[in-house]
């Protein structure tokens, strides 16, 4: 009789097997955080909504969260929210993408390594301090001379969304330089081979060839400026009021947030709850705009 084969097994050691387990609960950790936030945010606002009409809030230009009578419009801080990260937007998007087109094309070894950490180095500054920076600098001695003491005080849009603006600059520039340098040589060889211009270049093969970490870089810093919280309390105030004109004191979702939550509001009361309708909102924002660059990296790459 021939011996039956003996089957060759890899035992793993116990010490990886141990590491994946921790590696496992690791990442069970962070799921079961996100799920626990949603379900608070989902409770309690479905208790706020028990209370007020869900059309009332999401359609009401006036709000007033503390001071009786109660007003529940959540345009009112809506607007200030993208009041603030448009007027971000208009300043990092065209300086963000300049810089990256510098650190990416134009700039030697020795400026690159000198100017990209510089300019990291701002998203590094804690927001409260570029916060202090926009209220004793930017308001009286840049905005107030500009457009006259009785034109502009020191909250308003314009304020918040300049400090804001040059928060997000790096995160635009940093994304933007990273898909440029990924764009192969061979491409950029070819085109000065058939007589373009450095700049003919960077305009009709760079930038088609990284639009997708481009567009990316863009929305992620939108959510940044939508989700902004600290510098805006400091610079753009808290004035819940529906408005579309810069240069007035308005108040946004996150900075209504900061204000309930240091506030002396009781817990449990309709004001309370509020704050996670709110929250609820901003959540619903954010997670659009992460989806929406999720999909635009997906539909825009381009495999080198």
């Given at each position: 009789?021939?011996?039956?084969?003996?089957?060759?097994?890899?035992?793993?050691?116990?010490?990886?097997?141990?590491?994946?387990?921790?590696?496992?609960?690791?990442?069970?950790?962070?799921?079961?955080?996100?799920?626990?936030?949603?379900?608070?945010?989902?409770l309690?606002?479905f208790?706020?909504?028990?209370?007020?009409?869900?059309?009332?809030?999401?359609?009401?230009?006036?709000?007033?969260?503390?001071?009786?009578?109660?007003?529940?419009?959540?345009?009112?801080?809506?607007?200030?929210?993208?009041?603030v990260?448009?007027i971000?937007?208009?300043?990092a998007?065209?300086?963000?993408?300049?810089?990256?087109?510098?650190?990416?094309?134009?700039?030697?070894v020795?400026?690159?390594?000198?100017?990209?950490?510089?300019l990291?180095t701002?998203?590094?500054?804690?927001?409260?301090?570029?916060?202090?920076?926009?209220?004793?600098?930017?308001?009286?001695?840049?905005?107030?001379?500009?457009l006259?003491?009785?034109?502009?005080?020191?909250?308003?849009?314009?304020?918040?969304g300049?400090v804001?603006?040059?928060?997000?600059?790096?995160?635009?520039?940093s994304?933007?330089?990273?898909?440029?340098?990924?764009?192969?040589?061979?491409?950029?060889?070819?085109?000065?081979?058939?007589?373009?211009?450095?700049?003919e270049?960077?305009?009709?093969?760079?930038?088609?060839?990284?639009?997708?970490?481009?567009?990316?870089?863009?929305?992620?810093?939108?959510?940044r400026?939508?989700?902004?919280?600290?510098?805006?309390?400091?610079?753009?105030g808290?004035?819940p009021?529906?408005?579309?004109?810069?240069?007035?004191?308005?108040?946004?979702?996150?900075?209504?947030?900061?204000?309930?939550?240091?506030?002396?509001?009781?817990?449990?009361?309709?004001?309370?709850?509020?704050?996670?309708?709110?929250?609820?909102?901003?959540?619903?924002?954010?997670?659009a705009?992460n989806?929406?660059?999720?999909?635009?990296?997906?539909?825009?790459?381009?495999?080198?």
């Open positions: 009789m021939s011996a039956a084969p003996i089957a060759l097994t890899h035992r793993r050691p116990v010490g990886e097997r141990i590491i994946e387990r921790l590696l496992f609960l690791a990442a069970a950790l962070g799921v079961v955080t996100t799920i626990g936030i949603i379900a608070v945010l989902a309690e606002t208790e706020f909504f028990v209370e007020v009409s869900p059309l009332e809030f999401l359609t009401g230009t006036h709000w007033s969260a503390l001071i009786k009578p109660h007003s529940w419009g959540v345009l009112a801080l809506v607007s200030g929210t993208v009041l990260a448009v971000a937007m208009l300043i998007v065209p300086l963000g993408l300049l810089a990256a087109v510098l650190l990416a094309e134009y700039a030697t020795r400026v690159r390594t000198v100017v990209k950490p510089i990291e701002i998203a590094g500054v804690p927001t409260i301090v570029l916060g202090f920076f926009g209220l004793n600098f930017v308001a009286p001695h840049l905005l107030r001379p500009l006259g003491q009785d034109n502009i005080g020191v909250f308003s849009a314009l304020n918040g300049i804001v603006g040059i928060l997000i600059t790096p995160l635009i520039a994304i933007s330089e990273d898909s440029m340098r990924a764009v192969p040589r061979g491409m950029r060889e070819g085109a000065f081979a058939m007589g373009a211009t450095k700049f270049v960077v305009r009709k093969i760079v930038f088609p060839a990284a639009i997708s970490g481009i567009m990316a870089s863009v929305i992620l810093a939108m959510s400026a939508i989700g902004e919280t600290m510098a805006v309390v400091l610079t753009a808290q004035c009021d529906f408005t579309l004109n810069p240069t007035d004191c308005v108040q946004t979702m996150t900075a209504f947030i900061v204000q309930i939550s240091i506030g002396e509001t009781a817990q449990g009361s309709l004001e309370y709850k509020s704050l996670f309708a709110v929250g609820s909102t901003l959540f619903l924002v954010t997670l705009l989806l929406m660059s999720g999909w635009v990296v997906r539909r825009y790459r381009t495999a080198y």
